[in-house]
């Protein structure tokens, strides 16, 4: 259990606990921050690792 991150989509802040430590809601189950799509330049990130690993590799 000591990996399960949750989140309240109130405060819309990421902790640990079944409640949410600012307003004492229920947080719900949520991934980490760096899987979120959010992360709109993430799949560009990859992208241009992949070709430059493509171009190095050839
Ligand atoms: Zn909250």
């Known amino acids: ?5 949750r989140y309240c989509g109130k405060c819309h802040i990421y902790t640990l606990e079944e409640t949410c430590p600012q ?6 189950m949520a991934v980490p921050p760096k899987f979120t799509p959010n992360d709109r330049f993430q799949k560009y ?3 241009m690792r ?3 690993d493509g171009k190095n590799s050839n």
């Open 50 to 52: 992949n070709e430059t």
């Open 23 to 28: 307003c004492g809601g229920p947080t719900a």
């Open 1 to 5: 259990m000591r990996s399960l991150i």
């Open 45 to 47: 990130r990859i992208k």
